[in-house]
């Protein structure tokens, strides 16, 4: 018996043993690899600055080393950022190594306000410098062709095409899938135009959707084709006709033929392109470099004089108060960013950039009063990125000044609340049966297994109505109109950049830049400099921020990238126990 407990202390210690040198060699390789991507950047002469647009366009570039390292196994989300674009615009316009910009596209894969700041920044570094843009794709959807088009030569593969047909979009109903389930959504919102919550209580668009839908489609395309007809010389009718005409399955020469495109060339005739603009000898590779790696680079004459004036620019990207997986703006996180900020006598003013579509009343609220409390102090300027709707506007109202670009989705003042009952999924589908203990008469409040009665549907009527009367109230309160103005742009409708600013829902069009230099200005600022907020954690901050459970969800994230929601989704959906004593509804402001 000595002898089997002696083996098995053994081979207990050799496993742990085993476990913790593991341990260390694989943190001891991760740091290995860190290492290999930190260093120096160097630019060689005659080079090209890429800028990779089939990435995942970001405001803001991630502190993540292992994004472009090809580990096996690990499929990564590849982004590049607004801000690294921007800085590497900026730069290589005083940069004799760099010898023009090379735009890769085929699918931009941002929102069209990401697309109109890249292509205003392109604009910028043209007017400051006689570099050429080039531009190339397999094929182009709208959006990349429309950034495209600021470039001095459109090039497409002899094989590709404009994807030009003019805006559309199809919803999905679910009423009839959800009835066949057993499945009733019980719905109580505040706004016509509401139209978050239609899939599920209608099997069409309502004609206040389908309304609001075509004013910012419209205005949307306009703004773009008024882009396209300026930059290729080609009137807005004539855009038109070629859209109605379709020239998707136009391809090559015959693309070149309709006037959107210069030429269309295989890679090799590309690369020879390259070497022209470059200077590069034939058959010899053309020095590149990816603006995230340039954006690192210094370069003499680009940067600024350090100054004492700091501009804070505080980062407010994904749903609030929630997460499914990917960014998220919590309340008490963002707010507490504002409050140093607003606290800290060396920065003079704040820039806030919103990109969200609105999410929890709660957290909106408490963001919103940091905000109101810094602009009272200090000059508040908000800069929103390709969507700040509903809750996004909510936060943001409270500032001295809102800069938008004409095609960012903004608006949806109003509020829904969405209820489940599950009771015949459960009962006739399933089998699965329920029953209530409680003390008092309203203890299982907002069942998932049975109709909301109505007492419960007036209190969450009621609570619906209370919050727009503040969301309302807020936006008159910051934008100087009465709660009846709002009132009457209000009701859940979405509007675009161009359309908000004619209402007054927005001051100035422009990008985050444009939005820094007009607190600058405010403030009477010659010198400055800014600061990212909040700070961003290294990939081992974020690993270890939460133990082990952080580490696992780490490895996820980077494996499934933006499937990881659903799983994030299932995972909370699966741990939702105590529905009495824990409220299954959350009031949104989407």
């Known amino acids: 018996m000595k002898e089997f407990f002696k083996y098995v202390l053994a081979t207990v210690v050799g496993v742990i043993a085993v476990s913790v040198i593991g341990f260390f060699l694989f943190f001891m390789a991760i740091g290995i690899l860190i290492s290999s991507t930190e260093k120096q950047v160097s630019v060689q002469n005659n080079s090209m600055l890429v800028l990779d647009l089939e990435r995942q366009i970001v405001d803001r570039a991630p502190n993540d080393p292992f994004q472009d390292l090809d580990i096996p196994g690990f499929p990564q989300l590849k982004t590049i950022g607004l801000d690294d674009i921007q800085t590497s615009l900026q ?26 700041e890249i292509r205003n920044a392109l604009i910028a570094f043209k007017d400051s ?30 094989l ?29 919102r505040h706004g016509k135009f509401k139209a978050a919550v ?13 309304e609001q839908q075509l004013t910012y489609m419209g205005s949307l395309w306009n703004h773009m084709l008024k882009g396209i007809s300026e930059a290729r010389n080609i009137s807005v009718d004539q855009l038109n006709l070629l859209a109605d005409e379709v020239q998707t399955f136009r391809q090559g020469e015959k693309a070149v033929e309709s006037g959107l495109l210069d030429a269309a060339k295989y890679k090799d005739e590309v690369l020879d392109d390259l070497r022209e603009i470059t200077g590069i000898e034939a058959k010899k590779g053309v020095p590149i470099i990816s603006a995230t790696n340039y954006a690192k680079v210094q370069v003499k004459g680009a940067e600024k004089p350090f100054s004492r004036n700091k501009i804070a620019v505080i980062y407010a990207s994904g749903d609030i108060g929630m997460s499914m997986g990917g960014e998220a703006i919590i309340g008490d996180e963002i707010g507490r960013e504002i409050r140093k900020v607003r606290q800290d006598s060396s920065y003079r003013a704040i820039v806030l950039r919103v990109n969200s579509p609105g999410g929890a009343v709660f957290d909106s609220e408490v963001i919103w009063r940091e905000v109101k409390l810094a602009a009272e102090e200090k000059t508040m300027v908000v800069s929103f990125g390709d969507v700040a709707a509903s809750g996004g506007y909510y936060i943001a ?68 109505e209370e919050g727009y009367d503040l969301f309302i109230s807020h936006v008159a309160d910051g934008r100087g109109m009465t709660k009846e103005q709002v009132d009457e742009i209000g009701e859940g409708r979405v509007w675009s950049g161009e359309n908000a600013k004619e209402i007054g829902l927005v ?84």
């Not at 590709?160 to 109580?188: C, N, P, W």
């Not at 239609?198 to 389908?210: Q, T």
């Not at 006739?428 to 299982?444: A, P, R």
């Open 507 to 590: 001051d100035e069009f422009g990008g985050l830049q444009h939005a820094i230099e007009l607190a600058a200005e405010i403030e009477g600022l010659g010198n400055y400099r800014t600061v990212a907020l909040p700070a961003q954690m290294d990939p081992f901050q974020q690993m270890f921020k939460t133990g082990t459970d952080n580490v696992r969800a780490w490895f996820l994230k980077n494996q499934l990238g933006e499937n990881y929601r659903y799983y994030e989704f299932l995972k909370k959906s699966s741990e939702m126990n105590g529905i009495y004593a824990r409220i299954p509804y959350d009031i949104n402001i989407n």
């Open 397 to 464: 109202c409270p500032a001295d000044q809102i800069v938008a670009h004409p095609n960012t989705i903004t608006g949806s003042i109003g509020i829904f609340g969405m209820i489940p009952n599950m009771g015949v999924l459960f009962n006739d589908k399933l089998g699965i049966s329920t029953d209530v203990v409680k003390t008092n008469k309203n203890s299982d409040l907002l069942s998932l297994t049975r109709p909301m009665t109505e007492y419960e549907r007036q209190l969450l009527q009621q609570s619906i």
């Open 198 to 210: 239609e899939p599920f209580m209608l099997e069409k668009m309502s004609e206040e959707n389908r």
């Open 129 to 158: 410098s006689d570099k050429p843009v080039y531009a190339y794709g397999d094929m182009y959807d709208q959006k990349s062709y429309y950034l495209a088009t600021v470039a001095d030569e459109i090039v497409v593969h002899p």
């Open 91 to 116: 730069k290589a316009v005083h940069d004799d190594r760099i010898k023009g910009v090379y735009l890769k596209l085929s699918m931009v894969n941002g929102g069209m306000a990401s697309v109109e």
């Open 160 to 188: 590709g095409s404009v994807d030009f047909r003019g805006l559309g979009g199809e919803m999905m109903f679910f009423t009839k899938a959800l009835d066949k389930l057993g499945i009733e959504m019980q719905i109580v």
